[in-house]
């Protein structure tokens, strides 16, 4: 064995390799006094410490707590500048949709992105990624979208994958030009529509740059019948469609994104019970985001009753420069107890193994099971529990992506 990790206080990993969902959600596996054995990256061994076998080279976790690494499925990674100033806008009163309406917002960032170079980009990124990594999170999804045009939509991605070789974080890339109607297309959407379609698609797919297609499914935004058709698009062009949805207006973003097949719906904060029952029908991974509400001082979505209706339930960031430019998981799995009245054992399951199922990797992260990738968190906490009480601080101790240790923060 080439590394073993001994004198686990407690290991906790859900189990499986597609999404859990209802009941399932909270059945988590607990082994005291545990070990795990990798060899060539992936796990080996897992079981009482009294038992494992010798290794090449030992870590001792010394009584603390063992998870899997978070998968953190919903981010906006790839962006020029920041939104600090929309704060005092947002604190008198102006709404999200005021502000993107007035050419703020995403169209803010969109500007900025388009004039940033892709190695401004890219050093940007590599500083980001660092400080999720340091905080436990060890498979991003990025999404493009701050670019609308076919240059800078390319852009974005390349940047992604660039990162995606640098960085010690695993990046899985989302296609998202119809994030907005960018100021030049206000007058003419449609035209915008069969850009993103006919021209955006194809480019991305030829290239290789995204595995995902990500539509922005709102009041102001895209219709649901103009998402249906992009998504429709997408699938023709081998993207796996996903769906920002319902997140502001209950306008049936939620119908929509089971409809169109997509592996996962985002935000769903005004989601109705048809639109939750939906998602549960078709298999739809709710990718929810706490902290954007949190941010915004909006509503919260109904994680509790979403779990009930059977829909698997993943929590996220939604790292982005506007409605959350917070990149730590942390946060949100403890808004995700305090908000969503998720238990702890739920809200594991949500960060590791149903984020995994989110981006189409369950079979290979997102659970601590022998042959899967071994990706570890090591924290600073004697329990499951603790992580989730001592909310505000980075409690990772080290973390493990693919067999080597990548971070250490004591």
């Known amino acids: 064995m080439e590394l073993i ?3 686990i206080g407690v290991l906790a990993t859900p189990v499986g390799n597609t999404a859990a969902k209802g009941k399932s959600q909270g059945e988590i596996t607990l082994i005291e006094k545990a070990a795990v054995g990798i060899e060539a990256g992936r796990i080996a061994y897992i079981g009482l410490c009294e038992r494992a076998p010798a290794a090449d080279k030992t870590i001792d976790c010394e009584g603390r707590l063992v998870t899997p690494g ?3 499925a919903h981010t906006h990674l790839v962006f020029g500048g920041w939104r600090q100033k929309e704060m005092a806008r947002k604190l008198a009163g102006e709404s999200y ?3 993107l309406r007035s050419g703020g917002g995403i169209l803010d960032t969109v500007g900025k992105t388009r004039e940033a170079s892709e190695d401004e980009l890219f050093e940007k990124g590599m500083g980001l990624l660092s400080d999720m990594l340091a905080h436990g999170s060890t498979t991003i999804e990025c999404k493009s979208g701050y670019g609308l045009n076919l240059a800078d939509e390319l852009k974005q991605l390349r940047v992604a994958k660039k990162l995606g070789e640098h960085a010690q974080v695993e990046l899985v890339r989302t296609f998202m030009g119809a994030h907005a109607i960018p100021p030049e297309y206000r007058c003419d959407r449609e035209e915008y529509i069969d850009l993103v379609c006919d021209v955006m698609m194809p480019a991305v797919k030829a290239e290789g740059l995204a ?3 990500d539509i922005f499914c709102e009041t102001a935004v895209f219709t649901t019948k103009e998402a249906s058709y992009i998504l429709g698009k997408a699938v023709e062009h081998g993207l796996i469609p996903k769906a920002h949805v319902d997140e502001i207006n209950p306008i049936g973003g939620a119908e929509m994104a089971a409809s169109a097949g997509c592996l996962s719906a985002e935000h769903l904060i005004q989601a109705s019970d048809e639109g939750i029952q939906a998602l549960a029908d078709n298999n739809v991974v709710a990718c929810l985001l706490p902290g954007t509400s949190f941010h915004l001082g909006k509503d919260y979505a109904r994680a509790r009753d979403m779990i ?10 939604d790292f982005n420069p506007g409605s959350n430019p917070n990149l730590n998981l942390q946060l949100p799995m403890y808004l995700a107890c305090n908000r969503y009245r998720m238990n702890p054992a739920e809200v594991l399951t949500a960060v590791t193994l149903n984020g995994a199922a989110a981006i189409g990797r369950a079979d290979q992260i997102g659970t601590l099971e022998v042959g899967k990738q071994a990706d570890l968190v090591i924290w600073n906490s004697p329990d499951l529990d603790y992580i989730f009480y001592r909310y505000g601080n980075n409690l990772v101790n080290s973390v493990v992506k693919k067999g080597k240790v990548v971070a250490q923060n004591c």
Do not use: W
């Open 70 to 72: 978070l998968v953190d």
């Open 308 to 317: 009930l209706a059977g829909v698997a339930v993943a929590v996220c960031t």
């Open 211 to 213: 595995e995902f297609c």
């Open 5 to 7: 990790l001994k004198n």
């Open 97 to 99: 949709l005021d502000i």
